[in-house]
Structures are given as structure tokens and as C-alpha cells.
């Protein structure tokens, strides 16, 4: 049964049942914050269709612990206050934002950035490198970014999008922006810079994570 756990700009998916190759493995998953992206009133929602454009968004904020391994998925925008709650959030975990050893962006949108300033000694991870200080590593497709943790590349929303699968007790989650709501919408993306890759991307993770 696949359980849909965070949404927004960015999404979370898990399914019950606990895999073989997860036994042994203790990686959590944490939702932060829920992304969101809502239309103003009076205001154009789909940005780059009018110049006076605007609408509410939000990045779904996620947390990832496993051993010696602490990430923060989609650092990015928020309504006041939110941050200080997921900074407080993190706290209470015993997490301090030193402590973050990675961020992941599942894409390159502002949106999705825009607090990665927040996490100084953290490697930023995206859909093909690494980066740390001056040193720029990339990555293969289906990059084990540590045990049970994996960044697989899904274009389609733009071509340099990401997904993040962990493998947890609980069954396998998957960060993506593949979706942006708890319906599994928008069917078509009209933001997508390639609908057929989006297809192809969203049926993958579908046979990932279920």
C-alpha cells in the first residue's frame, strides 16, 4: 500500500512492508515542513505567463538520518516563522545546522535553494555531482550516496531534476518533485520541459518506491 507522506513543490512517498534489503538498515525519514504552491488572488499562478506573476510557494523540507549521515532535502522557501520552527525541529533532534553533513536539491529552482546557506559544512548533492568547498565530484546515475540512500536522476519538470530514495524500516521513500500534490497531480505538469521524460520518471519511481 503506497502512503503518501509529505507534498508540495517537492513530495514524499513510502510504502508499508519492510524489504530484505532494508533489514539492518536505520535510516529515518522526517518531514519538516510541507511544501505547497497556491494561486493569489488577482495574480497570474503560473510563473513566466504574466509579468506582474504571483503566487504563494513553499518547498517540502525533509530530514534524512542514518549512520554517521544527516540530510536536508530542498532547503528552500517558506512562510515566516516556518524556518525558525524547522531550525527549532531539528534542535529537538539534537541536530544542529553544523551538524547537517548533506543537502540535497532535487532541482535547481529558486525555490528549492534558497536556505542552503543555513548548512555550513554540508556537501550539496544534486542530480549529477557533489560539491564541497572548491572540489566538484560528479556522480553516475543511481548514485549510493550511503547505505540505502540514493540519488536517481528523473527529468522532466527540468532536465536536471533528482529523486531521493531511502531505504528505511518502514519501507522505501521517495523525495521527488515528480507529483505536487497527495493526489499524485498534476497529471500534466505544465511546467515540465519535457512531458514525455516525465512519463518515463514517474513510472520509474513508481516501481521504486511500490
Do not use: C
Amino acid at each position: 500500500m503506497k502512503q503518501l507522506i509529505g507534498a508540495g513543490l517537492a513530495m514524499l512517498m513510502t510504502i508499508s512492508g519492510i524489504p530484505a534489503y532494508a533489514e539492518g538498515i536505520d535510516n529515518r525519514v522526517t518531514v519538516l515542513n510541507p511544501g505547497y504552491v497556491q494561486p493569489i488572488e488577482g495574480r497570474g499562478f503560473l510563473p513566466g505567463a504574466q509579468d506582474d506573476g504571483a503566487r504563494n510557494v513553499a518547498s517540502t523540507i525533509s530530514l534524512v538520518q542514518g549512520e554517521d549521515f544527516i540530510l536536508v532535502a530542498d532547503p528552500g522557501m517558506a512562510a515566516v516563522g516556518v524556518w525558525d520552527a524547522v531550525l527549532a525541529q531539528l534542535k529537538a533532534k539534537d541536530v544542529e545546522p553544523a551538524d547537517v553533513t548533506h543537502i540535497f536539491i532535487s532541482h535547481h529552482h529558486p525555490d528549492h535553494v534558497t536556505q542552503l546557506g543555513l548548512f555550513p559544512n554540508a556537501t550539496l548533492v544534486d542530480f549529477w555531482a557533489t560539491y564541497k568547498d572548491d572540489v566538484w565530484s560528479d556522480h553516475p546515475d543511481n548514485y549510493e550516496l550511503a547505505p540505502g540512500v540514493k540519488v536517481v536522476r528523473t527529468p522532466g519538470h527540468t532536465d536536471q531534476d533528482a529523486s531521493l530514495l531511502v531505504e528505511t524500516l518502514e519501507g522505501t521513500y521517495a523525495l521527488t518533485h515528480l507529483w505536487w500534490t497527495p493526489g499524485y497531480e498534476p497529471k500534466e505538469d505544465p511546467l515540465a520541459e519535457d512531458s514525455r521524460e516525465i512519463v518515463h520518471s514517474r513510472a520509474m519511481i513508481l516501481k521504486e518506491a511500490d
